[in-house]
């Protein structure tokens, strides 16, 4: 019986044959995903040290933080018309009538009204640039540029005004290299600054700054460092005076970017912090903030035809209880 018994039980299946290219491991996430095509490998970047690309001037190195946080608001009517003669030269006239703030000891916001004209003429070179402003007030306002070298330029501001010792006028030369960028400063009240920027790796870049006011027997240094890629900026900024800033710039599309700064002063020991945006649409720009200090603003610029660009300014400070609004024109290229 057990012979017959052992007759009828049929024999065991083979065992299955493995399936060629399976890992010994069984199928998982590698039977599921499509097969590495042979000599495909992940290349690292490898980064040319010799060979970054040159950094923003270290007075910029937060311009992308400052165009949102800190748009040019003002208070009123405001008017500027430009014409161009030639493809050089251009002549500027402006219009202002608004409210302008005078110190005062209590908490109150002080406003006295007044009102200027501006006339202004252009020189725009691609080696030269000369422009200069002249008030009703009596103030003179002028900047020169000029490249003495493909790598080296000058830069001249000035403004004299008839009150004595408010004159100012500052000499920059500009030298820009291959991956660093320095600037050596002169100016009137036996001042003398200069800074040094360089890049360390594609993305970030160091810099310093020293500086000394003769007349006032003041001197410092500061420290600087900017992180950039194609969706964000970061920088951060530290001096002896007890200076400590930090800014992020973060664009969300091509027309969005959102921007936040934060300020320490070690002296005063004040703290402040803001956050910004900056829109682009098809025929306007919004860029607008709010600060720690309860400070609201917002700027708009609306381009109504070729050339033509309408205004609008608000801000308001809760805190103080000051109010600011403002529109105006722009004509002219």
Known sequence: ????????????????????????????????????????????????????????????????????????????????FTKGLNQKFSLSHSVFMGSLEVPAQSSETIKVPTAHYEFGANFLDPKLMLIGRVMTDGRLNARVKCDLTENLTLKVNAQLTQEAHYSQGMFNFDYKGSDYRSQFQIGNNAFYGANYIQSVTPHLSMGTEIFWLGHQRKSGIGFASRYNTDKMVGTLQVASTGIVALSYVQKVSEK??????????????????????????????????????????????????????????????????????????????
Do not use: W
């Open 1 to 80: 019986m057990g012979s017959a018994a052992s007759a009828a039980v049929p024999p065991p299946p083979p065992p299955a044959q493995a399936q060629a290219g399976a890992p010994p491991y069984g199928p998982g996430l590698a039977g599921i995903l499509p097969p590495r095509p042979e000599g495909e490998e992940k290349k690292e970047e490898k980064v040319d040290y010799l060979n970054l690309p040159c950094p923003v001037p270290f007075e910029e190195i937060q311009r992308e933080a400052l165009m949102s946080l800190k748009p040019e608001l003002f208070e009123g009517l405001r008017f500027d």
């Open 256 to 333: 969005v970017s959102l921007a936040s700064d934060f300020m320490y002063n070690h002296m005063s020991k004040d703290v402040t912090a803001s956050f910004g945006y900056d829109y682009l649409l098809r025929q306007c720009r919004l860029r607008g903030k709010i600060d720690s200090n309860g400070v609201v603003a917002a700027y708009l610029e609306e381009r109504l035809n070729m050339g033509v660009n309408f205004l609008l300014s608000a801000e308001i400070d809760h805190c103080k209880k000051n109010y600011k609004f403002g529109f105006g024109m722009t004509v002219g290229e």
